[in-house]
C-alpha cells in the first residue's frame, strides 16, 4: 500500500508545483492565493491530466500554472450554463407530468400517492416503492412555507407543489413508471421525441444535473447511461466505432444533443452562443491544448457548431 501524501504549506505547495513538477508559475503570490481559494486537489489534481505527456507524471516542458487556473474556470463556467438549461428543461418536466396526471386524477394527494395510478408492471414496482416515499417526504417536509400552507390550510398538497421539492431524478423515474398514456402526452411537448428517447435524455441530464450541481469536473464527464442514436448522430456524420456513435452518446455532447430536442429554439440557440463563446474564449489560454483536443476530451465532434443546421426530422 502507498504511503498518504504528506501535508504541504500553501507555500510549499506553490514550490512543489514549480521545481518539481517544472510549473511556469508568474505570479506566486496570485497562485497561492488560488491555491487557497480553490484547493490543490480540486485545481491541479481535477485539471492536470490534459497538461502531462501521455504515459508519464511529468507535464508538458512550458506547461504554465495559469492554463489550468483556465481551464478550472472553464470548467466552473460550463456548469453554469449547462445548470442553467438543465434546471429550465426540469422545470418543464415536472410541470408537465403535474399538469397532466392531475387532469387525468384530480388534485387529491391520495391520487400520485397511489401506486394503482401507475404503470405497476413487475419491473416497476421498486421504482414505484421509491418514488412513493420521495413524494411522502415531499408532502411531509416542513422545510418550505409554500408545503407548509397547503397541507395545513387545505390538508392536501397537490402534485403541482409536490413536483416542485422532487429532485431531477425522481422526476425522471416518476416520467418511467407513467401510464403510457401519460407518457405519450408529455412526449407530444417534444417533436421527434418518442418516449424512450425521453426516458434515456432524463436518465442521462439528471447524472450531469448532479455533476453541475455538486461542482464535480463536468467538461470530460462520462455516464453510464446512453441516449439513444437519434437523426443528428447520422446528419453530423459522426465517426463509429463498430456500430457505436464515438461522440454524443453518454458525454458531454450527448447533454448538447438532448438540449436540441428539449429548448425552444430561441433557448437552445442562446446556449450554443454562450457555448461557443466559453470555447473561444479558452482556447485563446491554452497553450498546449489545442481546441481539437479539448473538444474531443468534451466528446463533442469538429462540426458541432452545426447541430443547428439540420432540422430536427426523422
Known sequence: MAASKEFLTFSQQIKHLKFDKQ???ANEKSAEELLQRIGYFSLIDGYKELF???????????????????LYQFD??????????????ERHIGNLIAYYFVEL???SQAEYMNPANYNHISRNKR????????????????DYAYVNYYRLQYG??????????LSFGSLSKMYNVLTQSLRSKICKHFPMVNQKQLERFLSVLTKYRNVCAHSDRLFTYRTVDQI???PLHAKLNIPRQGNQYIYGKQDLFAVVIAFRYLLPNEDFLAFKKKLTFEITNVSKKLVHITEAELLAHMGFPKNWKAITRYHLTS
Open 156 to 165: 392536501n398538497v397537490p402534485l403541482w407543489i409536490a413536483v416542485s421539492i
Open 52 to 70: 502531462r505527456i501521455p504515459f508519464t507524471k511529468k507535464y508538458k516542458p512550458g506547461t504554465a500554472f495559469d492554463e489550468i487556473v483556465a
Open 127 to 142: 421504482t414505484i416503492s421509491g418514488l412513493m416515499r420521495k413524494l411522502y417526504g415531499a408532502v411531509t417536509t416542513t
Open 228 to 230: 439513444l442514436d437519434t
Open 76 to 89: 466552473s463556467e460550463l456548469r453554469e450554463l449547462f445548470l442553467k438549461y438543465l434546471l429550465q428543461i
Open 105 to 107: 386524477h384530480g388534485t
Open 23 to 25: 510549473l511556469d508559475i
